[in-house]
């Protein structure tokens, strides 16, 4: 049986930036495709790098952190402690030769509805090259 | 909760009308303690707000925003709500008033009516409906709309067939609970009250017998709260707009702009302040509606003079495509299919004529009907215009002692104006009460929370139409019955309204009838939503916490308005993570954190000084800090007023009164050094100019630290003693200097750094500003030729009056563009004092004028300091792109920051007159003491725990903690989390490799389960 | 600061000096590794009384747990303590002094130019004695032993960073000039007082060991090109990990997986029969037990950027996953991105506790 492929995309959102911006992308009616899926976080240093690799392993095509910009975090530098965090993930896909592109970190801001509608584009566009993500399949994880 | 002492008229306030405004007075007063009876003459609070689609510039829905105050405002223990009432009179003193309120019949008990509505489904009398504007028909039995506060039905004893004619009971017999009360009479009670507020609001204009724009003659012209009704998704015609004629959707939409607004043949000559910016929204709302749709705003000067309001009418022409012509309507005619032939003239006389398919009329805001009478019952005074009087020094006094006015009812206001008012007007009325602070942390639950520990989840899923705002899209009854299937959902349902009240009440029973134990509402966002819901459920006796939402609709329904299937798959994904958290959710526990009574007020203008005298007033301590050596700030430059009352005798009293207050300690050429702490327990480090530190404690910050002058390098500003800015050109006014020889030609240049690249809003003030002291001048020197070169004039509200009145005193108005700047020259370079030639284009006569000036005045803008960085940053608050300190919401909370504690008003917050920053100072001091008369609040139950017998006392949380709030014990060797300062990030929590450390409500296990039941199968089977 | 010459075996020396800071009382115990009596096997040991030091081998080839990781729990008793470590066991101990799992304080540290050890499959079979004479003298020689863990082969950092005294048995001993044992730090200087000896100046040269750094480096590269990135990651991380039967003996003898209870093996990651009846419902199959891919790439995330390459973790594990490759690796990349090197400085902050406003532009 062959469906067609629908990217989900984990999106881990911070309460006081990109959950807002994405809330006001969906308020000013931008649209986007409903491959992602919001998790609101109290701040996007909230997210363990467990968490990604969770997300990834279970089948997730694509893992997004949304957070405030640099220097506009809600709890003062939580974004840079996200930033940092991410970079090991990333790195240690790169390591392995593991899809590191279906990792991403995005500053949205809470007026940044189109961003976020823009960056839900690109992401899901840039997903849906890479395919479906082989965790899905593997019964090994 | 404990609530202070109760029934005694040293601590109670009657406020008149339940628009945003008195609900918002309500809502302060009620959080400082005080019993507050609330007397609405409709059947619902709530006012206009709920009557708009959206609000500008944010385009938040504006019931959205509005529903979560209703409902916290009709849940609040000291808030009485007294609906279909009125105030007949007022008798006693002030601080010991008798307040007679005529509690009108309604006819239905409102303690049996459960609002099922089958009454008005068998009611046979169709009227007109009054909050839909007459565009649909209601019953003489209903429900005022359908997300009313309170939300039983009335009857209209006037359409009542059974009250009229004696005939009919239908409802009687209909009703399931027998709550019909025929006999019901109108009644009056008396409450003794220390002050009252009163917050009527205002009337739409009506344009019936406006004769040359055919409202009523021709059916395709409506104005423009009509056209709000039908862009509204909850309106008569579900948010699709259609022409009266022929069904049809409207293509071309035509705005007319000053409709019972700057008026004098009306004694309409003042600007209703909010009407073009209602214009631009609903064009942009059209458009988004329609991409196809034009919309054109015809226009005599566009008055986007808010905080962010030139950016969105800037996004309206350039983004949306909104034609804006500057033009007078002279008639507009219907033609055979309905269409409408428009004949305008543009100034310079061109006359064309365009045809559209609708003409929104954007109607001026008047006083409420009846007001005349009122003021008369309440012994109070109006303005000319109708409006409760009030003066420039004291916008929230009437003209009665002890009685206070807030909202549109002294002048026309958006919604935020009123807000702040309303919040201004509390700080005057609380100086009648005599209020304690009380512990609303002690004493006894009304309400005994359920032990669930141990029990099997019991999830309940709710999932909300919200009109046809989600259902619209998502196929709701499809996931709610999804919903059913899945693990631990013991029950499911969809509803059409998830926040109405009648809806809570049934999330209440629902819990009661399947022992739930765990809640999961999909409706609209957690961040306005989830209070209510939480409180919701914890009146039913669960624990706030064991609650979570899916966001279907402004993630969902909203973003995938064009994939209703997928949107339903994913709203059933988000249902799904939601009960897949709200398994794992534990009962939470919110510690109380002692307050300071102490507040502290940063900057000493007048602002900062009508603060800090609220907050002193009212009993309590206050540190006003000035940096520099002397009170008073940009005031001291301000001479002259519209009327005749003296700004620096105003000031001086002021200063006065703050100097010797004993409750206030003016701290001068001071700084601040640091600030630390949180609300209620602050620590501010100051050094002064000796360089001497010492230390604060306090409970409440206020931002006042004002806005400077913007120093402007464009027009030769600073090369000839003949160019000179409003402000030094007011002190010549006032010292009477002007420059050498004769003083015949003036010319004033608006907009001077304002609404263009680099400043990209506008400085608000200018054009009233430059008005004033054009006027001074004249009354100086009468022959004096004064020149005004402007983009648009906005001179708002009263203010427009004075406008009317230069023009008719002569002076010569030159509209300019930005690609077509006045040209200023020195005629004789070389001499400081050389007069200045001026070349603006006139575009009615269209050619350059030349004019040799003896004085140029430059309208420089206004820029909010440098310093509000640094300050922003030791108190984590935001600014805008702007630099100037952004609130936490700007319709609803527009002196609050997100975080506790801390408020801003006057300049800090954006370009505002004196009165402006009289009222937010005030409201800054309200909004300080709804927490200050608090002895303790209760902390958030979203904060990290540390489970010690796995922690390694290793230090990665203490070390990425940016409050302090965790630390490693040396003693015992493990992290201790600070409650008290910890905000809930869950930076420590993440960091942490040991799985020590957990953050409540958002716990690694919570938020494992959410992404693990996302669904994820491979596309082919394997 | 002073040398001394060696003028016996470096090991034996070192035995002596140990013998007399318990005698004079300098230290109350010392740290160092120990033959086990009446058997071929060594182990590490913790000796309170000089007449126990008579079996103790301070420098010997053998690595039977990462003497960083048993110091954490020793290190803040109060006691006085002298310990032999070898370079990767003083980076893995530095590591944890930063992570507030041990303290400096009391501690005397004395480490050595390393040659690699052998892994405890040979130490078990007995076949350490019978390796060592071809094992020095390879040592001495500057080059690299060739039946050593594979991470020790390509191990670069065999000078020991910090040490109190450093003994150097590799490489320079080739000179003739005899090993030398050189005194780093004051706290050496103060406890080597009345230590018998020549006494030199003597300045510790890491040229000397260009080619032992040489041949490392070389060896490096090929461990880590056989760790490849190439070709569908996740099949190579299956090829690699899939073999794991989840014991975890990697984590319990990690020095650096200092936490009381791993996380992955908490109640956190405990599945119950929902997880399972979800999981399966999409896949039609799961591993049991369940996550142990999850786990590696979870240990990766949390400590790899301070792994000091020991190779106990490989070394144990029984379905012979190269763990300690893959760290080393992937660390070493991680750690790159900070311009960290694990165990290098005390006072070096781990990169998830510190953060710079301007770094990595690209994300975001």
Same mark, same amino acid.
Request: net charge negative; glycine share 8%.
């Given at each position: ?12 959102l ?6 807002t911006?994405a809330?006001l ?5 931008l ?11 109290m ?6 790098p ?8 279970? #089948?997730?095509?694509g ?12 709890y ?5 402690h ?10 240690v896909?790169?390591?392995l ?6 990792l991403k970190?995005s ?8 961003k ?10 840039e997903?849906?090259?890479l ?5 899905? =399949?593997?019964?090994?994880? | ?12 306030v ?8 008195g ?5 302060d007063?009620?959080?400082?303690g005080?019993?507050?009876?609330l %007397? ?7 006012g206009?707000?709920?009557?708009l689609? =959206?609000?500008?510039?944010?385009n938040?829905?504006?019931?959205c925003?509005?529903?979560?105050k ?5 849940r609040?223990p ?7 009432s ?5 008798s006693?003193?002030p601080?010991n ?6 509690e009108?019949?309604k006819?239905?008990d ?8 089958l009454?008005?489904e068998?009611c ?7 909050f ?15 997300q ?8 209209n ?8 004619? @004696?005939?009919?009971?239908?409802c009687?017999?209909v ?5 019909? *009360? ?12 220390g002050?009252?507020?009163?917050a !009527?609001g ?15 003659r021709?059916?395709?012209v409506?104005?423009?709260l +009509?056209f709000?009704r039908m862009l509204?998704?909850?309106g008569?015609? #579900?948010?699709?707009v259609?022409?009266?004629s ?11 702009q ?7 043949g009306?004694?309409?000559n003042y ?14 709302i ?9 919309a ?7 008055r ?13 022409e350039?983004?949306?495509?909104v034609?804006?012509?500057?033009s007078?309507?002279s ?7 309905g269409s409408?032939?428009?004949?305008y003239?543009y100034?310079n ?7 559209f ?38 916008p929230?006094?009437? !003209?009665?002692e @002890? ?8 002048s ?5 104006e ?13 100086k ?16 005994k929370?359920?032990?669930?520990t ?26 709610? +019955?999804f919903?059913k299937?899945?693990e631990n ?18 999330i209440?029973q629902?819990i009661?009838e ?5 809640v ?11 209070p209510l819901?939480r ?13 979570e939402m899916?966001n279907?609709?402004?993630?969902c ?6 994939e ?8 059933k994904?988000l ?7 709200? &398994?794992?959710?534990v ?5 109380p954190?002692?307050?300071?009574? /102490? ?11 009508t603060?800090?005298l ?10 006003l ?8 700030g940009?005031?001291r430059?301000?001479f ?13 009293e002021t200063?006065?009164k ?13 700084i ?19 360089? +001497?530190?010492?230390?604060?404690t ?29 402000k030094?050109f ?7 200097k002007?420059p ?6 003036v ?6 750094g304002?609404?263009e ?11 009233? =500003?430059? %008005? ?7 009354k100086?020197k009468?022959?004096? *030729?004064?020149y ?10 009263f ?7 230069l &023009?008719?005193?002569?002076a ?8 077509n ?26 050619k ?23 300050l ?6 935001p600014?805008?792109s ?12 527009? %002196? ?13 917050h954006g ?10 100072a ?7 003491? !709804?927490?200050?008369k608090?002895?303790?609040?209760l902390a ?6 540390v ?19 965790i630390?490693v ?7 201790v ?13 993440a960091?942490?490799?040991c ?11 919570q ?5 693990d ?10 | 600061m ?9 090991s034996r ?8 800071l ?9 740290v160092?590794m120990r033959k086990?009596p ?6 590490l ?22 003497a960083?990781q ?9 006691k =006085? ?7 990767? +066991? ?21 480490s050595h ?8 499959d040979?130490v ?6 019978e390796l ?5 003298k ?13 991470t020790?082969r ?19 001993c ?5 090993c030398v044992?050189y ?15 020549e ?14 750094l040489?041949?490392r480096l070389? /060896?490096k ?7 490849? /990135?190439?070709g569908p ?14 014991c975890?003996?990697?984590n319990?003898?990690c ?11 908490s ?26 891919i ?11 950027f301070?792994?000091?390459g020991?190779?106990?973790c490989?070394?144990?594990c029984? %379905? ?11 660390g ?10 694990? #165990? ?5 902050s781990?990169?998830v ?7 990595f532009?690209?994300?975001g």
């Amino acid at each position: 049986m062959k469906k067609e492929f629908t990217p989900r995309i984990t999106s881990f959102l911070c309460k006081w930036c990109s959950y807002t911006g994405a809330d006001l992308a969906g308020t000013a009616r931008l649209q986007y495709p409903t491959s992602i899926i919001p998790i609101q976080v109290m701040c996007s240093s909230r997210v363990d790098p467990v968490f990604l690799i969770k997300a990834f392993l279970n #089948g997730s095509d694509g893992v997004l952190i949304g957070g405030c910009h640099p220097g506009d975090c809600h709890y003062e530098t939580g974004n840079y402690h996200a930033r940092r965090r991410f970079a090991i993930v990333k790195s240690v896909f790169d390591s392995l030769g593991l899809e590191s592109k279906r990792l991403k970190l995005s500053w949205i801001s809470a007026s940044e509805g189109p961003k976020f509608a823009r960056v839900a584009n690109e992401y899901t566009e840039e997903i849906m090259k890479l395919g479906e993500n082989p965790t899905r =399949k593997s019964i090994f994880l | 909760m404990k609530l202070p002492m109760k029934d005694n008229k040293k601590n109670s306030v009657l406020v008149l009308g339940a628009g945003i405004a008195g609900i918002q007075a309500s809502l302060d007063l009620a959080e400082m303690g005080v019993e507050v009876h609330l %007397v609405e003459e409709t059947p619902t609070i709530g006012g206009r707000m709920p009557q708009l689609d =959206k609000t500008f510039p944010t385009n938040d829905c504006s019931m959205c925003i509005l529903a979560p105050k209703m409902s916290e405002c009709v849940r609040h223990p000291l808030i009485t709500l007294h609906i279909m009432s009125g105030l007949k009179n007022i008798s006693g003193t002030p601080g010991n008033f008798i307040c007679s309120v005529i509690e009108r019949a309604k006819y239905v008990d409102p303690v049996k009516c459960v609002a099922c509505g089958l009454c008005e489904e068998k009611c046979p009398v169709k009227i007109e409906d009054e909050f839909d504007v007459g565009l649909r028909k209601t019953k003489a039995i209903s429900r005022y709309f359908l997300q009313s506060i309170p939300s039983e039905y009335t009857i209209n004893k006037n359409h009542c067939l059974y009250l009229t004619k @004696g005939v009919c009971k239908l409802c009687e017999k209909v009703c399931p609970t027998g709550a019909i *009360n025929y006999d019901d009479q109108d009644k009056e009670i008396e409450l003794n009250v220390g002050a009252v507020i009163l917050a !009527t609001g205002i009337d739409p204009f009506d344009p019936i017998g406006f004769g040359q724009f055919g409202y009523h003659r021709y059916s395709n012209v409506v104005t423009s709260l +009509e056209f709000e009704r039908m862009l509204s998704a909850s309106g008569p015609f #579900g948010g699709h707009v259609e022409k009266a004629s022929d069904g049809k959707p409207p293509k071309r939409l035509a705005f007319i702009q000053c409709v019972g607004s700057r008026d004098e043949g009306i004694n309409r000559n003042y600007c209703s302040s909010a009407c073009c910016m209602f214009a631009i929204k609903q064009s942009i709302i059209a458009k988004e509606h329609s991409k196809e749709l034009e919309a054109t705003i015809f226009y005599m000067d566009i008055r986007a003079f808010g905080k962010d309001f030139d950016k969105y009418y800037d996004k309206a022409e350039n983004q949306y495509g909104v034609q804006f012509k500057r033009s007078k309507i002279s008639e507009i005619k219907e033609l055979s299919d309905g269409s409408l032939d428009l004949k305008y003239t543009y100034e310079n006389g061109d006359i064309q004529h365009e045809t559209f398919d609708m003409v929104i009329l954007s109607i001026g805001l008047q006083p409420r009907l009846g007001s005349r009478e009122l003021s008369k019952n309440l012994d109070i005074r109006l303005n000319r215009f109708g409006f409760c009087r009030t003066d420039t020094f004291h916008p929230l006094k009437t !003209t009665r002692e @002890g009685v206070f006015v807030c909202g549109a009812m002294n002048s026309p206001k958006d919604i935020p104006e009123s807000v702040i008012s309303a919040s201004g007007a509390v700080a005057n009325a609380v100086k009648y009460l005599e209020l304690e602070r009380y512990d609303p942390s002690t004493g006894s639950e009304e309400i005994k929370e359920k032990d669930v520990t141990g029990e099997r989840p019991r999830v309940g899923v709710f999932v909300c139409h919200c009109g046809i705002n989600i259902a619209g899209v998502v196929d709701v009854k499809n996931v709610a +019955e999804f919903a059913k299937g899945l693990e631990n959902v013991e029950h499911s349902e969809d509803v059409m309204y998830a926040c109405s009240t009648d809806c809570l009440e049934t999330i209440k029973q629902r819990i009661e009838e399947h022992d739930l134990n765990r809640v999961v509402v999909a409706a609209c966002t957690p961040r306005t939503h989830e209070p209510l819901f939480r409180d919701t459920i914890s009146e039913a006796g669960l624990n706030p916490y064991l609650f979570e939402m899916a966001n279907i609709r402004d993630q969902c329904s909203w973003a995938h308005m064009n994939e209703p299937e997928m949107a339903t798959e994913k709203s059933k994904d988000l249902v799904e993570m939601g009960v897949g958290k709200a &398994r794992g959710l534990v009962p939470l526990a919110r510690l109380p954190i002692d307050i300071d009574p /102490e507040a502290l007020v940063i900057g000493g203008g007048l602002s900062g000084m009508t603060a800090a005298l609220a907050i002193a007033d009212a009993g309590h301590d206050v540190y006003l800090i000035e940096r520099e050596d002397v009170l008073g700030g940009n005031m001291r430059d301000i001479f002259f007023n519209f009327n005749d009352s003296d700004p620096q005798e105003f000031l001086a009293e002021t200063i006065e009164k703050v100097e010797n207050h004993d409750r206030i300690r003016v701290l001068m050429n001071s700084i601040i050094e640091e600030i630390a702490g949180f609300v209620g327990n602050f620590r501010t480090v100051l050094k002064n100019s000796a360089g +001497e530190r010492e230390e604060l404690t306090h409970g409440a910050v206020i931002v006042a630290t004002g806005g400077n002058e913007h120093e402007t390098a464009e027009y030769l500003y600073g090369e000839s003693s003949r160019i000179v800015t409003q402000k030094e050109f007011e002190r010549m006014l006032h010292e009477g200097k002007f420059p050498p020889g004769k003083l015949k030609e003036v010319v004033m240049v608006q907009c001077v750094g304002s609404r263009e690249e680099g400043r990209m809003y506008c400085s608000r003030i200018c054009c009233s =500003k430059a %008005v004033k002291n054009a006027l001074e001048l004249r009354k100086r020197k009468a022959r004096v *030729n004064i020149y005004f070169a402007y983009r648009d004039v906005r001179t708002y509200g009263f203010a427009e009056e004075y406008y009317s009145e230069l &023009r008719d005193r002569g002076a010569l108005f030159f509209r300019y563009t930005l690609e077509n700047k006045p040209l200023v020259s020195k005629i004789r370079p070389d001499d400081p004092d050389s007069r200045i030639r001026v070349t603006v284009f006139d575009p009615v006569l269209e050619k350059d004028v030349v004019i040799d000036a003896d004085l140029l005045v430059l309208a420089t803008a206004i820029d909010a300091p440098e310093e509000n960085l640094k300050l922003a940053k030791m108190l984590k608050v935001p600014l805008n792109s702007d630099g100037l300190f952004l609130e936490a919401h700007v319709k609803l909370r527009p %002196v609050d920051f997100a975080t506790d504690g801390i408020f801003v008003c006057g300049l800090a917050h954006g370009p505002k007159d004196m009165s402006e920053s009289l009222a937010q100072a005030k409201a800054a001091g309200s909004r300080a003491l !709804t927490f200050l008369k608090k002895k303790s609040i209760l902390a958030e139950g979203t904060i990290a725990e540390v489970r010690t017998d796995r922690c390694t006392g290793c230090g990665y949380c203490e070390e990425v903690c940016a409050y302090t709030a965790i630390e490693v014990d040396p003693e015992e060797g493990v992290a201790v989390v600070n409650d008290a300062l910890c905000k809930g990030c869950g930076a420590c929590v993440a960091s942490c490799r040991c799985g020590a450390l957990d953050l409540r409500g958002f716990t690694n296990g919570q938020l494992f389960s959410v992404f693990d039941s996302l669904e994820l199968e491979a596309s082919e089977g394997i | 600061m002073s040398s001394i010459i060696i003028d016996t075996s470096a090991s034996r020396k070192v035995r002596e000096l140990l013998r007399f800071l318990l005698e004079s009382g300098k230290i109350d115990a010392a740290v160092t590794m120990r033959k086990i009596p009446e058997d071929s096997s060594y182990d590490l040991a913790l000796i309170t009384d000089a007449s126990n030091l008579d079996e103790a081998v301070p420098i010997v080839p053998v690595m039977t747990v990462n003497a960083g990781q048993v110091l954490s729990s020793i290190s803040t008793s109060g006691k =006085k303590i002298a310990v032999v470590l070898k370079p990767c +066991e003083l980076r893995a101990f530095v590591e944890l002094v930063k992570r507030e799992q041990g303290s400096f304080e009391n501690l005397l540290t004395i480490s050595h130019t390393c040659g690699g050890v052998f892994p405890l499959d040979l130490v078990a079979a007995g076949k350490i004695e019978e390796l060592l004479p071809k094992y020095e003298k390879i040592i001495s020689k500057g080059e690299v032993p060739a039946n050593t863990r594979d991470t020790c082969r390509a191990c670069e950092h065999f000078i020991p960073m910090n040490a109190d005294i450093t003994v150097a048995v590799a490489g320079d001993c080739e000179s003739g000039k005899g090993c030398v044992m050189y005194l780093n730090t004051d706290k050496a200087e103060e406890y080597a007082e009345g230590f018998s000896g020549e006494r030199g100046e003597l300045k510790f040269d890491p040229s000397a060991l260009k080619k032992m750094l040489d041949a490392r480096l070389l /060896e490096k590269e090929k461990l880590f090109a056989s760790i490849t /990135e190439d070709g569908p990651g996740l099949d190579r991380l299956l090829d690699t990990f899939g073999k794991c039967i989840g014991c975890h003996g990697c984590n319990s003898v990690c020095p650096i997986c200092y936490c009381l209870l791993c996380d992955f093996e908490s109640a956190n990651f405990d599945y119950n029969l929902p997880y399972f009846e979800e999981h399966l419902s999409r896949r039609a199959a799961l591993r049991l037990p369940p996550d142990t891919i999850f786990f590696h790439l979870g240990r990766l995330t949390h400590m790899s950027f301070s792994c000091v390459g020991c190779g106990m973790c490989s070394d144990v594990c029984p %379905v012979g996953i190269p763990v300690a490759a893959v760290f080393r690796k992937t660390g070493e990349k991680t750690a790159a991105l900070f311009d960290y090197v694990p #165990g290098r400085d005390v006072e070096e902050s781990i990169p998830v506790m510190v953060y710079k406003e301007e770094e990595f532009s690209d994300i975001g």
